[in-house]
C-alpha cells in the first residue's frame, strides 16, 4: 500500500489533488455559486450567513452587517449598529462548518469587521480501499475595515489569513477582497463592486480563485429598519470561465418575521447543453427570519442541493448599540433652547481660568443621557462631562484641558451642551465662556444711553409716527416728539405752545382752540422753514386759556427723543436695546450677546409682528464704507436671531444708514462709540 501511495505522489495525478477535485465537486454542489477549476482554497468563496444564502447568494451593493466581510467590505461603511453573529451550516455526512463574525461602528461613515470560518470534513478513506484515514480541514480569519468619504462613495478592504490541512500537508495563505458603494438615490437605490481572493498560498501551485462583481440591489426603509430588500449580482472567476448570476428578494413583515427567496444561476455545467436542461442551471433558494426587536434575530436559509440533499443554515444575530441613523434624525430635529444650561461668571487668576460652573435648567426625569463638551472657538474638543440618567445641578469645568493643562482667561471657549431623553429627542444648548466684562470696549455710560421713555401703563399713546422712526433720512428722523398733558383746566378755550431757541427767540409757534392735543410732533424746522441748531437746548412753553379767558403757563414738557412705545388698541411699536459695535468691525461681541438675547424674548412676545434692524457707523472712513459697515451690522444682528433664536426671518428686515443719523452729535470717541450701533424697532400685535 506504500508502495501505491507513492508511485502516485510521483505520477501525474496525487492523491491530494483527486481528493481536492471530489471535494470541489462538492462544493459546487453545496454553494451553487462556486464553481470548480483548478483553483486551491475554493472553501473562502462560501458565503456563510443565512441571511445571503437566502436571496440568492446575492447583496454586493445592500448587503448589511457582518455579512459584508464575505460579499463586499464597502458595506462596513455604511453600518447602522454594531453586531456579533454565530452560524452554524449542517451539511451530510459528518462535515461541519462553524462561522463566528463581528461588526463595529465607532461612528456614522466607519466601520470594522472579524470574522472566523471553520470547516472540518471528518475523517474518510484516501482510496476505498482498507487504509489509514485521512482528515481534510480549512479555516480563515478575516479582518476587514470601511470607510465613507461623502455621502456618495464608501470604500472598503479586508485582509484574509487562509489555512488548509490535507493528511500531513500543511497550507498558508493571504487574500485581499475590496469593495466599494455608490448610493445612486439615497437610502435607496445602491450600486457595489467587489473584488475577492487576491493573493497567494503558500504550499499549492496554484491561484486563489480571485473574483471580480458587480451588484445593484433597492432598499425600503421605514426609519432605520429596511423591511424590503431587492438584489441582482453577477461574478465572475478572473482566473476560470466561471460565471455565477444571483437574486433575491427579502421582505419582512410587521418588522418581526422574514421571508426570503433567491435564484442562482451557475455555468460550471455543461455548456453545451445548457438549453437542454435549464433546471441544471437555475437553483431556488430560500429562508425566513425572526426579529427581536431590532436587537436578536434568528435567520435560515434552506439550500436544495441536487442528488447529494439539502443544506441548511442557521444564523444568531446580536446587534447593540445606537442607530447612528435615528442619531442623525434626532440631530437634524433636535431643538435648541439657548437657556438650557446657564453659565455664570468665570473665575480666573493670573490669566488662567480657576472653575466654570453650569446650571442645567431642563427637566430631570425623563432624561436618558446627556453630553457637555468645552471647545476652543475653532471648534476643537479639550474637555468632556458626560452621564447618563439625571443631571447633576451643577456641571462644574476645573478650566484643565484633557492633558491636565490650565486653559488661559484670554482665549475665547466655547461650551455644548447635548441631552436625549427617553423618547429620543434631542435638546441643545451652547455658547461662549468668557470671563464677565462690563462693556470695556465702550467708554460712556451705556446703561443711560438705552434709556427711554416710558409712558404710564394704561395710557400709551402715539408718540411719533412710524415712517418717522424707520425713516433712512436724517432730516425726517430730526422729529421732536411731545407728549401733550393737560392737567389744569377741564375745559379751554385755547392753547398756544412756543417753542424758543438758546438765545430765546421764538422759532415756532403751534395753537388751535378748544381741542387740546394727545401728542405734538415738531419738525426741528423754524418758522423760516430752516432746522434748527441744538434743539436740546430749546424752550418750551405751553400757555392754556380757560373758558372763563384765564391762562395758566405750563413750561415742564415730556419730549420723546427715542420714542418707546406707540400703541393703539392692540398694536404696539417698540425701540428695543441698541447693539454697539467696537470701531471698524461689524462682529457682535460678546458683551451684547445678552442683549440680543433679550431682544429676541420680546420679539416673541407678539402673534404678529414686523422687525426693522437698522445699522448705523460713526465717521469711521469713506462715505461707501460707513454705508457697507453699517449694513453689515444689521445683518449680523438679523443673522444672531435667526440662527441663534430661531426667529423667522420672514418678520424681519435690515437696512444701513452709514453715519447720517447720528445718535449724538460730535467727533470725540464717546459719541463716536455712541454711533456705532445697530437700532432695533418692532411694530407688534398682542
Not at 421571508?259 to 444561476?265: A, I
Not at 446650571?359 to 446627556?370: A, D, F, H, S, V
Not at 453630553?371 to 447633576?392: Q, R
Request: hydrophobic share 40%; charged share 25%; proline share 3%.
Amino acid at each position: 500500500m506504500k508502495t501505491k501511495k507513492a508511485f502516485l505522489r510521483k505520477g501525474l495525478i496525487s492523491i491530494r489533488e483527486i481528493i481536492i477535485v471530489i471535494i470541489l465537486l462538492y462544493f459546487n454542489s453545496f454553494l451553487f455559486s462556486q464553481n470548480f477549476g483548478t483553483n486551491t482554497a475554493e472553501f473562502i468563496k462560501i458565503e456563510p450567513e443565512a441571511e445571503t444564502a437566502g436571496i440568492g447568494g446575492a447583496g454586493i451593493a445592500i448587503v448589511d452587517g457582518t455579512n459584508c466581510l464575505s460579499l463586499n467590505p464597502g458595506r462596513l461603511a455604511l453600518l447602522d449598529k454594531s453586531e456579533i453573529t454565530f452560524n452554524e451550516i449542517l451539511w451530510f455526512n459528518n462535515i461541519y462548518m462553524e462561522y463566528f463574525a463581528f461588526a463595529y461602528t465607532p461612528e456614522i461613515g466607519t466601520g470594522f469587521g472579524l470574522n472566523f470560518f471553520y470547516i472540518n470534513f471528518g475523517d474518510f478513506d484516501s482510496t476505498g480501499f482498507l487504509s489509514e484515514s485521512i482528515n481534510v480541514q480549512n479555516a480563515f480569519l478575516n479582518f476587514g475595515f470601511g470607510k465613507s468619504f461623502g455621502e456618495s462613495f464608501s470604500l472598503g478592504i479586508s485582509l484574509k489569513g487562509i489555512y488548509e490541512s490535507f493528511i500531513d500537508e500543511k497550507s498558508f495563505g493571504l487574500s485581499f477582497d475590496a469593495g466599494f458603494v455608490l448610493p445612486l438615490i439615497e437610502r435607496t437605490l445602491f450600486t457595489g463592486m467587489s473584488f475577492k481572493n487576491l493573493g497567494f498560498l503558500f504550499g499549492g501551485k496554484d491561484l486563489l480563485p480571485m473574483e471580480i462583481g458587480l451588484g445593484i440591489g433597492f432598499k425600503f426603509f421605514q426609519r432605520n429598519f429596511d423591511f424590503a430588500n431587492i438584489a441582482l449580482d453577477i461574478r465572475k472567476i478572473i482566473n476560470t470561465d466561471n460565471v455565477f448570476i444571483g437574486a433575491g428578494f427579502e421582505y419582512y413583515f410587521l418588522k418581526m418575521l422574514a421571508f426570503r427567496l433567491g435564484v442562482k444561476y451557475n455555468n460550471a455545467l455543461d455548456m453545451e447543453h445548457i438549453f437542454d436542461n435549464l433546471q441544471n442551471f437555475l437553483i431556488l433558494s430560500g429562508g425566513v427570519g425572526l426579529n427581536f426587536g431590532d436587537t436578536v434575530s434568528i435567520d435560515y436559509a434552506y439550500s436544495p442541493m441536487g442528488d447529494i440533499g439539502i443544506a441548511h443554515r442557521a444564523s444568531l444575530k446580536i446587534k447593540f448599540g445606537e442607530s447612528h441613523y435615528e442619531e442623525q434624525l434626532a440631530e437634524k430635529q433636535a431643538v435648541y433652547i439657548p437657556k438650557a444650561i446657564e453659565v455664570p461668571e468665570v473665575k480666573a487668576e493670573a490669566g488662567e481660568i480657576k472653575a466654570v460652573s453650569f446650571k442645567p435648567t431642563l427637566p430631570e426625569e425623563k432624561i436618558k443621557e446627556w453630553k457637555l463638551n468645552i471647545k476652543t472657538s475653532d471648534g476643537k474638543i479639550i474637555k468632556t462631562y458626560s452621564g447618563f440618567g439625571e443631571i447633576p445641578k451643577t456641571l462644574k469645568w476645573d478650566g484643565t484641558d484633557n492633558r491636565g493643562q490650565i486653559s488661559k482667561a484670554d482665549i475665547g471657549y466655547i461650551y455644548d451642551f447635548k441631552v436625549k431623553d427617553v423618547g429620543g429627542k434631542i435638546t441643545k444648548s451652547m455658547g461662549k465662556i468668557q470671563i464677565t466684562k462690563k462693556f470695556e470696549f465702550l467708554k460712556f455710560d451705556v446703561e443711560s444711553a438705552q434709556e427711554r421713555f416710558i409712558p404710564e401703563k394704561g395710557k400709551e399713546m402715539l408718540v411719533i409716527p412710524m415712517a418717522s422712526i424707520i425713516s433712512p433720512d436724517f432730516k425726517e428722523r430730526q422729529n421732536v416728539p411731545f407728549i401733550m398733558e393737560n392737567k389744569y383746566m377741564k375745559k379751554i378755550k385755547g392753547w398756544e405752545f412756543n417753542i424758543y431757541d438758546k438765545n430765546g427767540n421764538i422759532v415756532k409757534t403751534f395753537s388751535g382752540r378748544s381741542v387740546f392735543p394727545s401728542y405734538l410732533i415738531w419738525d426741528g424746522k423754524d418758522i423760516n422753514g430752516n432746522y434748527v441748531k441744538e434743539t436740546d437746548k430749546c424752550d418750551y412753553l405751553l400757555v392754556l386759556t380757560g373758558i372763563d379767558s384765564k391762562k395758566k403757563e405750563v413750561k415742564e414738557r415730556k419730549i420723546v427723543r427715542s420714542p418707546f412705545a406707540i400703541a393703539s388698541k392692540n398694536k404696539v411699536v417698540k425701540v428695543l436695546k441698541k447693539i454697539y459695535f467696537d470701531k471698524r468691525s461689524y462682529e457682535i461681541m460678546s458683551e451684547m450677546q445678552d442683549w440680543i438675547s433679550e431682544i429676541a424674548e420680546e420679539i416673541k412676545k407678539y402673534r404678529k409682528v414686523n422687525v426693522f434692524i437698522q445699522g448705523h457707523s460713526s465717521n469711521e472712513g469713506t462715505a461707501i464704507y460707513n454705508q457697507t459697515i453699517s449694513e453689515e451690522r444689521a445683518k449680523m444682528v438679523l443673522r444672531a436671531l435667526v440662527e441663534n433664536y430661531y426667529i423667522n426671518p420672514n418678520i424681519l428686515s435690515t437696512a444701513g444708514y452709514g453715519n447720517n443719523v447720528p445718535a449724538v452729535k460730535g467727533s470725540e470717541e464717546e459719541a463716536e462709540q455712541q454711533n456705532r450701533r445697530v437700532e432695533i424697532i418692532l411694530l407688534g400685535e398682542e
